[in-house]
């Protein structure tokens, strides 16, 4: 069962919203590599899943990129659980630039 889901609405198309969902990818990637051990993501249409390791700590999700809204599920390591409102919130609003 995933500890955290976000919603984030959008007026863009489902294409559009994905092809900016996967350059922001793409771009944390590179931006924060020197933090991320590793980052996998996979693709299926406009369903993506992930797992990101970090400072000895596993995140793994999914996003859907549906026609009005963009939902992420994260399942968290149990010592980020403190954190979910951070990270929920930090979210959320990394979301709505990429999607504005």
Known sequence: MP???VSVSHRL???EALRRIQDAVAQAKTQYSDKIEDLREGWNGY???FQI???NQQVSGTVAVNPSDV???ITL???AL???STIESG???QLTKILA
Do not use: H, N, Y
Request: zero cysteines.
């Open 91 to 93: 979210l959320r609003e």
């Open 77 to 79: 390591p149990f010592l």
């Open 71 to 73: 939902t992420i599920q």
């Open 82 to 84: 403190v954190f979910k």
């Open 53 to 55: 390791s970090a400072q």
């Open 13 to 15: 198309s489902q294409d």
């Open 3 to 5: 500890d955290l889901i």
């Open 47 to 49: 369903v993506g899943a």
